[in-house]
């Protein structure tokens, strides 16, 4: 099956740094676009961040100049680099990636099952 598996969640200081990694295991054949997306208490989930095959990035305004996705198409790895981190940070981080897998050969979205980032003093 599919996976995505998420690290390097935790707790840290405002003004910190964190890097959170997530691999995607299983029978894969291709992977386009993958993200980056957080949910805090009562609130929606929001993309943070998203990195298509080529390298191409999008972010979310708030974590502009703070934030940096990366992506080892080699290992199947998207990370997410977290600078100058904000009390308003603190989610669930959820990687997500479009994936073409062959159990089923076909297209879909897969997410990870969330990593908790708190960011507090």
């Known amino acids: 099956q599919v996976q995505l598996v998420e690290s390097g969640g935790g707790l840290v200081q405002p003004g910190g740094s964190l890097r959170l990694s997530c691999t995607a295991s299983g029978r894969i054949l291709s992977i386009a676009d993958m993200g980056w997306y957080r949910q805090a208490p009562g609130k929606e989930r929001d993309l943070v961040a998203r990195?298509?095959?080529?390298?191409?990035?999008n972010y979310a305004d708030s974590v502009k100049g703070r934030f940096t996705i990366s992506r080892d198409n080699a290992k199947n790895t998207v990370s997410l680099q977290m600078n100058s981190l904000k009390p308003e940070d603190t989610a669930t981080y959820y990687c997500?990636?479009?994936?073409?897998?062959?159990?089923?050969?076909?297209?879909?979205?897969?997410w990870g099952q969330g990593t908790q980032v708190t960011v507090s003093s």
């Open positions: 990195i298509t095959s080529g390298g191409r990035t």
């Open positions: 997500n990636g479009n994936i073409y897998g062959n159990t089923e050969y076909r297209w879909s979205v897969y």
